[in-house]
């Protein structure tokens, strides 16, 4: 079983950049595709970004494409997000969340295995 942590959150200005990093332990994280969701208050939890095992496919919501990158160092058992050009609207706690064996990321949040307790990100205009 898989156990994720989140940190790098936190209260940001509008264009700022901000990382999330996400720190798995307990199961061999090469064997996990990752992925980043969000929830803004209100509103359901969605998908922001996903990253196969090896890093060599990604995947993004639109409205982070381009600004957003996910990456992972399978050495360390960490997955980031890389957040560039915030805008309120991405005001939201983030979660990271793991599939096993889980082949290219899912959107879905039924489609992932584990799941960390989520880091606020507040963004002010």
């Known amino acids: 079983q898989v156990q994720l942590a989140e940190s790098g959150g936190g209260l940001v200005q509008a264009g700022d950049s901000r990382r999330l990093s996400c720190a798995a332990s307990g199961g061999t994280f090469g064997n996990y595709t990752m992925a980043w969701f969000r929830q803004a208050p209100g509103k359901e939890r969605e998908f922001v970004a996903g990253i196969t095992w090896s890093g060599g496919s990604t995947l993004y919501t639109d409205s982070v494409k381009g600004r957003f990158t996910i990456s992972r160092d399978n050495a360390k058992n960490t997955v980031y997000l890389q957040m560039n050009s915030l805008k309120p609207e991405d005001t939201a706690v983030y979660y990271c969340?793991?599939?096993?064996?889980?082949?290219?990321?899912?959107?879905?949040?039924?489609?992932?295995?584990?799941w960390g307790q989520g880091t606020q990100v507040t963004v002010s205009s």
């Open positions: 969340a793991a599939r096993f064996l889980g082949g290219f990321a899912r959107t879905t949040i039924s489609e992932y295995d584990y």
